[in-house]
C-alpha cells in the first residue's frame, strides 16, 4: 500500500505521543490511516486533545496513561490496550526523559531512574508485544526513537546518554530474539527540535557545521518512523536522521 491508505485499518501505540515528536508521528500516522492509541504520564490535557483532533480526522484514537517508571505499570498498559483493541499492529517507544548531567555530577539513582523510563521500559512494552504473538502468524513492527550523540557521546546529559545507548542494544538484541514475529528498528533523531528549555536560536549552533548545513523538522523523524513500521525487509537497523552529524563525529 502507498500514500494516505497504506496504514488503513493498523493501529499504532506511541509512548510520550501528547507532545513533540511523539505528537507529530501520531498525526503523520493518522493521515496514513492508522488508529492511535496516545500514551501520557502527566500531560493528560494534550494527550485528550491530540485524541480528539486524531478522531476528527477519521481514525480512531484513545489515550493512556502510564507511570513509565513504574514496569508493572508499562507491562499493565500493554496488556490493557492489547485486551480492549484485540491487539496492535505498531509500538513506537519515542518517551524519554533528558536531565542535565555531567560524569562528575550523577550518582546511581540518576543512571538508575533514565534507564528505567527509556530503556527498560521500552524492553518491556517490546517483550510484553512478542508474547501476545509469540508462536502465531500475526507479525508486529517497533520503532525505538534513539538519538544522533550515539556517536560522538552527550557529556552534558551523561546519563540519559546512557540509557540512549542501552536502548540501541536491546533494538538489536531484540531484533534478534524476538524474529521472526517483531521487527525492531530505531530512528536517531539530530537537530530537529530544541530542548523544552531553549528556543529556535538553539538549533542555529548545531547545525552550522553539519554536512546539509541545515536543521531537520520533527516531520523528517515521523517519515523515517513511518518508513521503518512498514519495510517488511528491515530489522535490527538505525536510521540516524541528523543532516549527516554521525558522519562528521564518526
Do not use: C
Not at 221 to 249: K, N, P, S
Amino acid at each position: 500500500m502507498t500514500g494516505a491508505n497504506r496504514f488503513d485499518g493498523k493501529t499504532a501505540l506511541i509512548t510520550g505521543a501528547s507532545k513533540r515528536l511523539g505528537r507529530e508521528t501520531a498525526l503523520a500516522l493518522a493521515r496514513s490511516g492508522s488508529n492511535l492509541v496516545i500514551h501520557y504520564n502527566s500531560s493528560e490535557a494534550s494527550a485528550l486533545d491530540l485524541a480528539e483532533e486524531l478522531r476528527a480526522m477519521g481514525v480512531e484514537a484513545t489515550a493512556v496513561r502510564a507511570d513509565l517508571r513504574n514496569p508493572e505499570a508499562s507491562q499493565e498498559m500493554f496488556q490493557k490496550v492489547w485486551m480492549d483493541l484485540g491487539g496492535v499492529d505498531y509500538l513506537v517507544n519515542n518517551a524519554s526523559i533528558f536531565p542535565a548531567g555531567r560524569l562528575d555530577e550523577i550518582d546511581f539513582r540518576e543512571v538508575q531512574r533514565n534507564l528505567q523510563v527509556n530503556a527498560w521500559a521500552p524492553f518491556l512494552l517490546i517483550r510484553s508485544f512478542w508474547r501476545q504473538i509469540r508462536g502465531t502468524r500475526r507479525r508486529g513492527s517497533v520503532v525505538n526513537l534513539l538519538d544522533t550523540r550515539l556517536v560522538g557521546g552527550d557529556l552534558a546529559h551523561a546519563a540519559y546518554h546512557l540509557s540512549k545507548s542501552a536502548l540501541g542494544e536491546i533494538t538489536t538484541l531484540t531484533a534478534l530474539e524476538f524474529a521472526p514475529e517483531l521487527r525492531v528498528n530505531g530512528v536517531a533523531p539530530g537537530a530537529v527540535l530544541p530542548p523544552e528549555d531553549k528556543d529556535e536560536d538553539y538549533l542555529k549552533g548545531l547545525t552550522a557545521e553539519l554536512p546539509l548545513r541545515e536543521r531537520g523538522y520533527p516531520r523528517d523523524i515521523a517519515e523515517a518512523t513511518l518508513y521503518l513500521l512498514e519495510a517488511t525487509f528491515v530489522t535490527g537497523q538505525g536510521i540516524f536522521v541528523d543532516g549527516g552529524r554521525h558522519i562528521r563525529m564518526g
